[in-house]
Protein backbone atom coordinates (compact mmCIF):
# COMPACT_ATOMS: atom_id res chain seq x y z
CA UNK A 1 0.00 0.00 0.00
CA UNK A 2 1.43 3.38 -1.07
CA UNK A 3 0.62 6.80 0.73
CA UNK A 4 0.07 9.90 -1.07
CA UNK A 5 0.24 13.59 -0.76
CA UNK A 6 -3.46 14.90 -2.27
CA UNK A 7 -3.12 17.48 -5.06
CA UNK A 8 -4.01 20.67 -3.51
CA UNK A 9 -4.20 23.99 -5.75
CA UNK A 10 -2.73 27.05 -4.03
CA UNK A 11 -1.42 24.95 -1.26
CA UNK A 12 0.75 21.84 -2.55
CA UNK A 13 2.61 24.01 -5.63
CA UNK A 14 6.73 22.63 -5.68
CA UNK A 15 7.88 25.14 -2.88
CA UNK A 16 5.20 23.43 -0.63
CA UNK A 17 6.36 19.56 -1.94
CA UNK A 18 9.77 20.26 -1.47
CA UNK A 19 9.52 21.59 1.81
CA UNK A 20 7.83 19.20 3.05
CA UNK A 21 9.83 16.10 1.41
CA UNK A 22 12.69 17.90 2.70
CA UNK A 23 11.24 17.84 6.58
CA UNK A 24 8.77 15.01 6.31
CA UNK A 25 9.27 12.97 2.82
CA UNK A 26 10.22 9.50 4.52
CA UNK A 27 6.19 9.19 5.25
CA UNK A 28 5.04 9.51 1.51
CA UNK A 29 5.80 7.61 -1.56
CA UNK A 30 4.21 9.78 -3.65
CA UNK A 31 3.18 14.03 -4.16
CA UNK A 32 0.31 14.73 -6.34
CA UNK A 33 0.97 18.03 -8.16
CA UNK A 34 -2.14 20.21 -8.16
CA UNK A 35 -4.04 19.89 -11.39
CA UNK A 36 -2.45 21.22 -14.60
CA UNK A 37 -5.40 22.50 -16.91
CA UNK A 38 -4.56 21.68 -20.62
CA UNK A 39 -5.89 23.61 -22.84
CA UNK A 40 -7.63 22.97 -26.64
CA UNK A 41 -4.77 23.27 -29.32
CA UNK A 42 -2.64 21.10 -26.51
CA UNK A 43 -0.90 23.80 -23.98
CA UNK A 44 -0.57 24.12 -20.16
CA UNK A 45 -0.09 27.16 -18.54
CA UNK A 46 3.49 28.50 -18.10
CA UNK A 47 2.58 28.18 -14.11
CA UNK A 48 1.78 24.76 -14.47
CA UNK A 49 4.74 23.60 -16.23
CA UNK A 50 6.63 25.00 -13.14
CA UNK A 51 5.14 22.56 -11.51
CA UNK A 52 6.72 19.90 -13.75
CA UNK A 53 10.20 21.28 -14.48
CA UNK A 54 13.08 18.69 -13.08
CA UNK A 55 15.37 21.23 -11.06
CA UNK A 56 11.39 21.86 -9.61
CA UNK A 57 10.98 18.12 -8.53
CA UNK A 58 12.93 15.06 -9.72
CA UNK A 59 16.11 17.29 -9.10
CA UNK A 60 15.16 17.09 -4.92
CA UNK A 61 14.90 13.26 -4.79
CA UNK A 62 10.92 13.35 -4.54
CA UNK A 63 8.59 11.31 -6.33
CA UNK A 64 5.63 13.35 -8.02
CA UNK A 65 2.99 12.67 -10.33
CA UNK A 66 1.26 15.32 -12.09
CA UNK A 67 -2.57 15.04 -12.17
CA UNK A 68 -4.83 16.81 -15.39
CA UNK A 69 -7.40 18.12 -15.75
CA UNK A 70 -9.07 17.65 -19.21
CA UNK A 71 -11.76 16.23 -20.85
CA UNK A 72 -11.33 15.95 -24.17
CA UNK A 73 -9.60 12.64 -25.46
CA UNK A 74 -7.37 13.95 -27.93
CA UNK A 75 -5.78 16.72 -24.88
CA UNK A 76 -5.46 14.09 -22.65
CA UNK A 77 -3.45 11.90 -24.63
CA UNK A 78 -1.98 14.87 -25.44
CA UNK A 79 -0.98 15.93 -22.00
CA UNK A 80 0.40 11.88 -21.66
CA UNK A 81 2.49 11.92 -24.58
CA UNK A 82 4.04 15.84 -23.23
CA UNK A 83 4.57 14.40 -19.57
CA UNK A 84 5.74 11.02 -20.58
CA UNK A 85 8.48 12.65 -22.58
CA UNK A 86 9.63 15.38 -19.63
CA UNK A 87 9.87 12.04 -17.49
CA UNK A 88 6.88 11.06 -16.03
CA UNK A 89 5.92 7.44 -16.53
CA UNK A 90 2.40 7.69 -13.94
CA UNK A 91 -0.24 10.62 -14.79
CA UNK A 92 -3.51 11.18 -13.05
CA UNK A 93 -6.83 12.72 -14.14
CA UNK A 94 -8.87 14.83 -12.12
CA UNK A 95 -12.75 13.37 -12.38
CA UNK A 96 -13.53 14.91 -8.84
CA UNK A 97 -12.77 18.89 -8.81
CA UNK A 98 -16.68 20.52 -7.27
CA UNK A 99 -15.85 23.62 -8.03
CA UNK A 100 -18.95 25.56 -10.19
CA UNK A 101 -16.50 26.86 -13.10
CA UNK A 102 -14.81 23.46 -13.90
CA UNK A 103 -18.38 21.62 -13.37
CA UNK A 104 -19.81 23.72 -16.59
CA UNK A 105 -17.38 23.27 -18.33
CA UNK A 106 -18.36 19.39 -18.25
CA UNK A 107 -14.70 18.69 -16.54
CA UNK A 108 -13.25 17.49 -12.48
CA UNK A 109 -16.30 15.75 -11.38
CA UNK A 110 -18.95 17.33 -14.00
CA UNK A 111 -16.83 14.25 -16.33
CA UNK A 112 -19.46 12.06 -14.22
CA UNK A 113 -22.39 13.29 -15.15
CA UNK A 114 -22.27 11.54 -18.50
CA UNK A 115 -21.10 7.64 -18.22
CA UNK A 116 -21.24 7.36 -22.06
CA UNK A 117 -19.15 9.75 -22.97
CA UNK A 118 -16.80 8.65 -20.25
CA UNK A 119 -17.01 5.66 -22.22
CA UNK A 120 -15.98 7.22 -25.51
CA UNK A 121 -13.05 9.47 -24.14
CA UNK A 122 -11.42 6.64 -22.24
CA UNK A 123 -11.92 4.05 -25.43
CA UNK A 124 -9.61 6.50 -27.57
CA UNK A 125 -6.84 7.37 -24.73
CA UNK A 126 -6.69 3.72 -24.41
CA UNK A 127 -6.66 2.80 -27.80
CA UNK A 128 -3.46 5.55 -28.12
CA UNK A 129 -0.29 2.95 -27.13
CA UNK A 130 0.77 5.84 -24.43
CA UNK A 131 -1.34 3.80 -22.04
CA UNK A 132 0.96 0.48 -22.62
CA UNK A 133 3.94 2.53 -21.58
CA UNK A 134 2.47 4.80 -18.77
CA UNK A 135 0.19 4.47 -15.70
CA UNK A 136 -2.63 6.39 -16.55
CA UNK A 137 -5.17 6.66 -12.93
CA UNK A 138 -7.80 8.65 -12.11
CA UNK A 139 -9.05 10.35 -8.94
CA UNK A 140 -12.84 10.65 -9.27
CA UNK A 141 -15.75 11.18 -6.54
CA UNK A 142 -18.95 9.00 -5.71
CA UNK A 143 -21.25 11.30 -8.60
CA UNK A 144 -22.57 14.71 -8.94
CA UNK A 145 -25.90 14.83 -6.60
CA UNK A 146 -25.99 11.04 -5.60
CA UNK A 147 -23.46 8.43 -4.60
CA UNK A 148 -25.34 6.16 -6.25
CA UNK A 149 -24.06 7.26 -9.93
CA UNK A 150 -20.94 5.30 -8.88
CA UNK A 151 -23.29 2.71 -9.95
CA UNK A 152 -22.93 3.23 -13.26
CA UNK A 153 -19.56 4.75 -13.54
CA UNK A 154 -17.85 2.22 -11.91
CA UNK A 155 -18.44 -0.16 -14.55
CA UNK A 156 -17.12 2.36 -17.33
CA UNK A 157 -14.22 2.77 -15.52
CA UNK A 158 -13.84 -1.25 -15.16
CA UNK A 159 -13.80 -1.74 -18.86
CA UNK A 160 -10.27 -0.17 -18.90
CA UNK A 161 -7.03 -0.70 -17.76
CA UNK A 162 -6.69 1.84 -15.26
CA UNK A 163 -3.20 1.92 -13.06
CA UNK A 164 -5.66 3.32 -10.19
CA UNK A 165 -8.88 4.57 -9.12
CA UNK A 166 -8.67 6.71 -6.66
CA UNK A 167 -11.59 7.46 -4.60
CA UNK A 168 -13.18 10.30 -2.41
CA UNK A 169 -16.23 8.38 -1.46
CA UNK A 170 -18.02 12.37 -1.53
CA UNK A 171 -20.68 13.51 -4.30
CA UNK A 172 -20.30 16.99 -5.83
CA UNK A 173 -22.87 18.89 -3.80
CA UNK A 174 -20.66 17.98 -0.67
CA UNK A 175 -17.64 19.65 -1.49
CA UNK A 176 -15.28 18.84 1.23
CA UNK A 177 -18.21 18.56 3.98
CA UNK A 178 -20.03 15.87 5.25
CA UNK A 179 -19.68 12.52 5.57
CA UNK A 180 -17.58 9.96 3.33
CA UNK A 181 -19.82 7.40 2.69
CA UNK A 182 -18.04 4.37 3.68
CA UNK A 183 -20.86 1.96 2.27
CA UNK A 184 -20.80 3.01 -1.41
CA UNK A 185 -16.53 3.06 -1.30
CA UNK A 186 -17.00 -0.33 0.22
CA UNK A 187 -18.94 -1.20 -2.76
CA UNK A 188 -16.73 0.42 -5.15
CA UNK A 189 -13.75 -1.42 -3.56
CA UNK A 190 -15.36 -4.80 -3.80
CA UNK A 191 -16.72 -4.47 -7.92
CA UNK A 192 -13.62 -2.34 -8.89
CA UNK A 193 -11.35 -4.53 -11.31
CA UNK A 194 -8.50 -2.24 -11.22
CA UNK A 195 -6.85 -1.42 -8.17
CA UNK A 196 -8.82 0.93 -5.62
CA UNK A 197 -7.01 4.10 -3.47
CA UNK A 198 -8.74 5.69 -0.90
CA UNK A 199 -8.56 9.69 -0.39
CA UNK A 200 -10.88 11.66 2.62
CA UNK A 201 -11.01 12.75 6.17
CA UNK A 202 -7.93 11.31 7.39
CA UNK A 203 -6.08 13.23 9.94
CA UNK A 204 -4.95 11.21 12.58
CA UNK A 205 -3.05 7.82 12.91
CA UNK A 206 -6.25 6.55 14.23
CA UNK A 207 -7.94 7.26 11.26
CA UNK A 208 -5.56 5.75 9.09
CA UNK A 209 -5.11 2.70 10.59
CA UNK A 210 -9.44 2.62 10.50
CA UNK A 211 -8.83 2.49 6.49
CA UNK A 212 -6.42 0.13 6.15
CA UNK A 213 -7.74 -2.26 8.91
CA UNK A 214 -11.24 -1.85 7.17
CA UNK A 215 -9.86 -2.65 2.99
CA UNK A 216 -6.61 -3.96 3.56
CA UNK A 217 -6.04 -4.55 0.12
CA UNK A 218 -5.99 -0.66 -0.86
CA UNK A 219 -3.60 -0.19 -3.53
CA UNK A 220 -3.54 3.65 -2.29
CA UNK A 221 -4.06 6.01 0.79
CA UNK A 222 -4.18 9.70 -0.32
CA UNK A 223 -3.91 12.19 2.22
CA UNK A 224 -5.14 16.39 1.68
CA UNK A 225 -6.49 17.79 4.66
CA UNK A 226 -4.57 16.13 7.15
CA UNK A 227 -1.13 16.71 6.41
CA UNK A 228 -1.58 20.08 5.44
CA UNK A 229 -2.99 20.41 9.39
CA UNK A 230 -0.41 18.11 10.32
CA UNK A 231 2.57 17.99 7.71
CA UNK A 232 3.98 15.12 10.24
CA UNK A 233 1.28 12.72 9.65
CA UNK A 234 2.23 10.34 7.66
CA UNK A 235 5.47 9.93 9.21
CA UNK A 236 3.83 9.73 11.91
CA UNK A 237 1.37 6.63 11.09
CA UNK A 238 5.30 5.43 9.20
CA UNK A 239 7.23 5.52 12.43
CA UNK A 240 5.22 6.49 15.09
CA UNK A 241 7.46 9.77 15.62
CA UNK A 242 5.54 12.81 16.16
CA UNK A 243 6.31 16.14 14.56
CA UNK A 244 7.98 18.55 17.67
CA UNK A 245 7.14 22.27 17.89
CA UNK A 246 10.74 23.06 16.69
CA UNK A 247 10.34 21.11 13.19
CA UNK A 248 6.97 22.65 12.79
CA UNK A 249 8.89 26.23 13.33
CA UNK A 250 11.54 24.81 11.25
CA UNK A 251 8.96 23.87 8.53
CA UNK A 252 7.34 27.08 8.62
CA UNK A 253 10.44 29.28 8.25
CA UNK A 254 11.88 26.98 5.40
CA UNK A 255 8.05 27.02 3.42
CA UNK A 256 7.88 31.02 3.68
CA UNK A 257 11.68 31.57 2.43
CA UNK A 258 11.02 29.12 -0.56
CA UNK A 259 7.60 30.64 -1.32
CA UNK A 260 9.92 33.54 -2.40
CA UNK A 261 10.85 31.16 -5.60
CA UNK A 262 7.50 30.87 -7.07
CA UNK A 263 5.94 34.29 -5.68
CA UNK A 264 7.63 37.82 -5.63
CA UNK A 265 5.72 39.64 -3.79
CA UNK A 266 6.62 39.30 0.37
CA UNK A 267 2.24 40.51 0.85
CA UNK A 268 1.79 37.60 -1.34
CA UNK A 269 3.46 35.05 0.50
CA UNK A 270 1.87 36.38 3.55
CA UNK A 271 -1.19 35.60 2.35
CA UNK A 272 0.00 32.08 1.27
CA UNK A 273 1.20 31.45 4.92
CA UNK A 274 -2.12 32.78 6.25
CA UNK A 275 -3.73 29.83 4.64
CA UNK A 276 -1.30 27.40 5.92
CA UNK A 277 -1.66 28.53 9.65
CA UNK A 278 -5.56 28.22 8.89
CA UNK A 279 -4.60 24.60 8.95
CA UNK A 280 -1.76 24.42 10.92
CA UNK A 281 -3.12 26.50 13.83
CA UNK A 282 -4.93 23.69 15.37
CA UNK A 283 -1.92 21.55 16.06
CA UNK A 284 -1.01 24.18 18.78
CA UNK A 285 -1.37 24.91 22.03
CA UNK A 286 -0.16 28.19 24.40
CA UNK A 287 2.97 26.85 27.29
CA UNK A 288 -0.21 26.76 29.80
CA UNK A 289 -2.02 24.74 28.59
CA UNK A 290 -4.45 27.42 27.05
CA UNK A 291 -6.16 27.71 23.84
CA UNK A 292 -3.55 29.73 20.93
CA UNK A 293 -6.76 30.89 19.29
CA UNK A 294 -6.39 34.39 19.69
CA UNK A 295 -2.64 33.97 18.89
CA UNK A 296 -3.29 32.13 15.23
CA UNK A 297 -6.19 34.55 15.07
CA UNK A 298 -4.11 37.88 14.98
CA UNK A 299 -1.59 35.88 12.66
CA UNK A 300 -4.64 35.40 10.03
CA UNK A 301 -5.84 39.04 10.70
CA UNK A 302 -2.56 40.76 9.85
CA UNK A 303 -2.95 43.78 8.01
CA UNK A 304 0.82 44.06 6.75
CA UNK A 305 3.92 42.07 6.91
CA UNK A 306 5.29 43.94 10.01
CA UNK A 307 2.10 42.49 12.04
CA UNK A 308 2.12 38.97 10.87
CA UNK A 309 6.28 37.89 11.19
CA UNK A 310 4.93 39.93 15.14
CA UNK A 311 2.36 37.49 15.37
CA UNK A 312 4.15 34.20 13.84
CA UNK A 313 6.85 35.82 16.69
CA UNK A 314 4.26 35.54 19.25
CA UNK A 315 3.27 31.83 18.84
CA UNK A 316 6.77 30.62 18.52
CA UNK A 317 7.47 31.92 21.88
CA UNK A 318 4.53 31.43 23.64
CA UNK A 319 3.22 28.00 21.77
CA UNK A 320 3.99 24.03 21.94
CA UNK A 321 2.72 21.07 20.01
CA UNK A 322 -1.21 19.87 21.86
CA UNK A 323 -0.22 16.40 23.58
CA UNK A 324 -3.34 14.46 21.76
C1 LIG B 1 -7.76 23.93 -1.20
C2 LIG B 1 -7.96 22.63 -1.89
C3 LIG B 1 -7.45 22.43 -3.17
C4 LIG B 1 -7.66 21.21 -3.84
N1 LIG B 1 -7.13 21.03 -5.09
C5 LIG B 1 -7.30 19.83 -5.73
C6 LIG B 1 -6.71 19.56 -7.01
O1 LIG B 1 -5.99 20.38 -7.59
N2 LIG B 1 -6.95 18.34 -7.55
C7 LIG B 1 -7.72 17.38 -6.95
O2 LIG B 1 -7.90 16.28 -7.48
N3 LIG B 1 -8.25 17.60 -5.74
C8 LIG B 1 -8.05 18.78 -5.12
N4 LIG B 1 -8.57 18.96 -3.87
C9 LIG B 1 -9.20 17.82 -3.18
C10 LIG B 1 -8.17 17.05 -2.36
O3 LIG B 1 -7.19 16.47 -3.19
C11 LIG B 1 -8.85 15.93 -1.55
O4 LIG B 1 -9.54 15.10 -2.44
C12 LIG B 1 -9.83 16.49 -0.53
O5 LIG B 1 -9.25 17.52 0.22
C13 LIG B 1 -10.33 15.38 0.38
O6 LIG B 1 -9.26 14.71 0.99
P1 LIG B 1 -8.77 15.09 2.49
O7 LIG B 1 -9.98 14.89 3.38
O8 LIG B 1 -7.65 14.14 2.78
O9 LIG B 1 -8.38 16.52 2.45
C14 LIG B 1 -8.40 20.17 -3.20
C15 LIG B 1 -8.90 20.38 -1.91
C16 LIG B 1 -8.71 21.57 -1.26
C17 LIG B 1 -9.27 21.75 0.14
Not at 46 to 57: G, V
Request: glycine share 6%; charged share 25%; net charge neutral.
Amino acid sequence: MRNSFAPMEGITIYCYRNTHYKYFGEGLDYYYTPFLSIYKHHSIKKRDMREILPENNAEHGISIIPQIMANDADEIIWALHYLQERGYDEINLNMGCPVGTVVSKKKGSGMLQDPDRLYEIFSKVFDDNITDEIKFTVKTRLGLADSHEFENILPVLNKFPFGAVIIHPRIRTQMYKGTPDMDMFRWAYENSKNPVGYNGNIFTPDDYKNIVEKFPNLYEVMMGRGLVANPGLAREIKNGKKMSFEELKGFMTDLQDNYKIEIPADESIMHKMKEIWFYVGNLITKEDGSSAEQLIHKIRTAKNIAEYRNAVRAVYRECIMKTT
